[in-house]
């Protein structure tokens, strides 16, 4: 049953406010467990916490602003409002990321003690069991919705299980070892973890970037939504007798498409229109909220034999058509 755009407007706001609330409990957990123990890899988890609270809170505004209705002053709809929030989200990641590696540089080449492990252990696994069910409810609610503001907030927090997981593994390394073999220094494990933390980071900054900053200039969507709405339109060959000037655009949630159709040149308008309609409700139920604009032209491809023209016309209908034109003309054909 397809939910109503107020309803979920109203959904991407919840789960948005739930990341926020989940970010701001776990960073200030992490870091004070992380200046408790003198962990650099749990304060960068803590650091990447504050960015993903930041993210979360950028996000939830970027939903609430995109789901207003079209305005004077943005006829097109606020869409973008939430490609915009993705693409600054990735690129505080990036800052956060360059700030962990400093740090834990420095703590390379001045090595401190760390106390209570079983400490950063525990808040470890805390962070992990709360992002794994939030990110779990934000690709649901992402993909539910088409949420592009969502869909990064939820890459955040499924990078940050990794890096908990990481890191969780470093200082497991640093307690055990302090038993198994006491002799050893093990301090360069946790920054060592840390730089594995900002590597992780980048990488999903990178893809967050060109996912979020593609649709502000415009990208065409992809091959596969591109073949969808291709599939649409042939699906009212005859009567559709070619289509061509297929421009594909997205704004968050928001697809827009536009294209030519050329119809016999003897239907009436009233007609071409009610078919324009026909098609453009058969690609709105695929892809809810998509604005579609028609041009419809008179159909003069039944002679061209490259299909430039986008025809739909199998080679028996098009014969039939020329040999139908020559005899309207008092023609005959060669």
Not at 86 to 112: D, H, M, Q, S
Not at 143 to 167: I, P
Not at 272 to 294: E, F, L, N, W
Request: aromatic share 6%; charged share 20%.
């Amino acid at each position: 049953m397809e939910i109503s755009k107020a309803e979920k407007n109203k959904l991407k706001s919840n789960v948005a406010m739930l990341s926020v609330l989940s970010n701001a409990s776990l960073m200030i957990l992490k870091l004070a467990a992380g200046v408790l123990i003198g962990s650099v890899s749990v304060i960068s988890e803590a650091i990447h916490s504050g960015m993903d609270l930041l993210a979360a809170i950028i996000a939830f505004f970027a939903v609430r602003k995109s789901g207003k209705p079209a305005d004077e002053d943005h006829p097109f709809g606020h869409g973008k409002v939430e490609n915009i929030s993705g693409t600054v989200e990735a690129i505080l990641i990036f800052i956060a990321a360059g700030w962990i590696i400093f740090e834990a540089i420095k703590k390379l080449r001045n090595p401190e003690p760390m106390d209570e492990a079983w400490l950063g252990i525990a808040v470890m696994l805390i962070s992990v069991a709360a992002n794994i069910f939030v990110s779990k409810r934000l690709f649901k609610v992402g993909k539910e919705t088409d949420s592009v503001a969502l869909m990064a907030d939820a890459w955040h927090l499924r990078t940050d299980v990794y890096t908990s997981v990481g890191v969780f593994g470093g200082l497991v390394v640093v307690l055990a070892g302090g038993f198994v073999f006491p002799g050893v220094d093990l301090r360069w494990v946790d920054p060592a973890a840390a730089i594995g933390v900002a590597i992780l980071i980048i990488k999903a900054a990178y893809h967050l970037t060109v996912e979020s900053a593609r649709d502000l200039v415009d990208v065409g969507l992809p091959a596969e939504e591109l073949e969808e709405v291709s599939k649409h339109i042939r699906a009212f060959a005859p009567t559709i007798r070619g289509f061509h000037h297929l421009c594909t655009r997205k704004a968050g949630a928001c697809r827009f498409v536009e294209f030519h159709i050329r119809v016999d040149a003897s239907m009436s308008v009233d007609e071409s229109h009610r078919i324009a309609d026909m098609i453009t409700c058969s690609i709105k139920q695929h892809y809810p909220g998509t604005a579609v604009t028609i041009h419809i032209e008179p159909c003069n491809c039944t002679i061209s034999k490259d299909r430039s023209c986008g025809c739909l016309l199998s080679e028996n209908q098009r014969t039939e058509r020329v040999k139908k034109t020559l005899d309207q003309e008092g023609c005959q054909a060669n």
